[in-house]
T-cell receptor, first 113, second 109 residues
Framework: GAGVSQSPSNKVTEKGKDVELRCDPI?????LYWYRQSLGQGLEFLIY????????KSGLPSDRFSAERTGGSVSTLTIQRTQQEDSAVYLC???????????FGPGTRLTVT | QKEVEQNSGPLSVPEGAIASLNCTYS??????FFWYRQYSGKSPELIMS????GDKEDGRFTAQLNKASQYVSLLIRDSQPSDSATYLC?????????FGTGTRLLVSP
């Protein structure tokens, strides 16, 4: 079946601009996660959605970051007033529930110039 | 102390050998453990999950869990050059996964 998809695959933006990253999870997966991975660094948790519950936003690094999930499916991660330190690969993952393994999309490589 | 620790490597093994990758974690209450493989420039790929003490085998891969020692390992038998990648250990903490920084494995022909 289709895996997790993300768009765009690459995004280059100027410092101070806003960006939106999209994630389409595996059909039927109720849990959706956003992570980011900076060059040579580990995966950093950003936010978690489970069904209709309030999202766990504990990993968002600043109030410039926000995310929403519409209709329990597609999610959008928005970064406002981008900074150079926001440059990273943003990864989306989905799973059938919190206890189970997560399946990652191909990621969006964000470069802030 | 990091929540999930792995030796960054590289771990170099010859083709056909057994590669042993190790991971320790700090949260004694953790119940779910995962191994991911990440090729350079690609996203992580789930290869093993383990929830109970002991061994779990899947093809050439064996995951081992020892909750008393807070230790998880991954054995790769008959290593192939295509196994060369970074292997990430992940531990579930509440509803999110906490990842180690990964061990780079190099399998030489």
């Amino acid at each position: 079946g289709a895996g997790v998809s993300q768009s765009p695959s690459n995004k280059v933006t100027e410092k101070g601009k806003d960006v939106e990253l999209r994630c389409d999870p595996i059909s039927g997966h109720t849990a959706l996660y956003w992570y980011r991975q900076s060059l040579g660094q580990g995966l950093e948790f950003l936010i978690y959605f489970q069904g209709n519950s309030a999202p766990d936003k504990s990993g968002l690094p600043s109030d410039r970051f926000s995310a929403e999930r519409t209709g329990g499916s597609v999610s959008t991660l928005t970064i406002q007033r981008t900074q150079q330190e926001d440059s990273a690969v943003y990864l989306c993952a989905s799973s059938t529930g919190g206890s189970y393994g997560q399946y990652f999309g191909p990621g969006t490589r964000l470069t802030v110039t | 102390q990091k929540e999930v620790e792995q030796n960054s490597g590289p771990l170099s093994v010859p083709e056909g050998a057994i590669a042993s990758l190790n991971c320790t974690y700090s949260d004694r209450g953790s119940q779910s453990f995962f191994w991911y493989r990440q090729y350079s420039g690609k996203s992580p790929e789930l290869i093993m999950s383990i929830y109970s003490n002991g061994d779990k085998e899947d093809g050439r891969f064996t995951a081992q869990l020892n909750k008393a020692s807070q230790y998880v390992s991954l054995l790769i038998r008959d290593s192939q050059p295509s196994d060369s990648a970074t292997y990430l250990c992940a531990v579930r903490s509440f509803q999110k996964l906490v990842f180690g920084t990964g061990t780079r494995l190099l399998v030489s022909p």
